[in-house]
């Protein structure tokens, strides 16, 4: 599982920086990024102000966070 993660996470954190950057989001607040009406993980629509479409999402996203943080973004 964490192997699994740790490969994919690489490419995921390439993906994220950048659109962190578009949006702004690691200026604004990197504790609590606002909803933008998509997944903040994988990118899915979601109806409403939720900011990942499911919990897993959201635990990757912050272990993909935690991993920006450690590279300064
Ligand atoms: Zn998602």
Redesign the pocket.
Known sequence: MMADLADMTQERIERLALCQQRFGQAKQKPEAPEATGY?L????PIADMRR???SE?RDEWEHIDAALRRRGL
């Open positions: 997944c993980n994988c990118g899915d990942w479409c499911d999402c």
